[in-house]
């Protein structure tokens, strides 16, 4: 059992930045694939990235070179900086821990962390 708790969101002017954390608890962190989605307002949710536990990391065409991914297995954390947000980014984000990739299946998920961008 992994459980996910997201924060860090916020009201952000365009052009700025945001942390988002997100915090696993469970002994086996490391062996997860971790995935970062949104979902705005009247929209279905939407793939953000992802971080394998081998340390591959794929993006969203919306958000690659502005969006990083990263996390500290020893801490049990992975993060998503977030810069040149725009308002279109605007939208509630979620962390999600997948044991397998093929297809991949996200077995767990947090509770979501709103983030507003404003023009």
């Known amino acids: 059992q992994v459980q996910l708790v997201e924060s860090g969101g916020g009201l952000v002017q365009a052009g700025g930045s945001l942390r988002l954390s997100c915090a696993a608890s469970?002994?086996?962190?490391?062996?997860?694939?971790m995935g970062w989605f949104r979902q705005a307002p009247g929209k279905e949710r939407e793939f953000v990235g992802l971080?394998?536990?081998?340390?591959?990391?794929y993006y969203a065409n919306s958000v690659k070179g502005r969006f990083t991914i990263s996390r500290d297995n020893a801490k049990n954390m992975v993060y998503l900086q977030m810069n040149s947000l725009k308002p279109e980014d605007t939208a509630v984000y979620y962390c999600a821990a997948a044991r397998t990739l093929a297809p991949i299946t996200y077995d767990y998920w947090g509770q979501g962390t709103q983030v507003t961008v404003s023009s």
């Open positions: 971080h394998t536990w081998s340390g591959n990391i």
């Open positions: 469970g002994r086996t962190f490391s062996s997860y694939a």
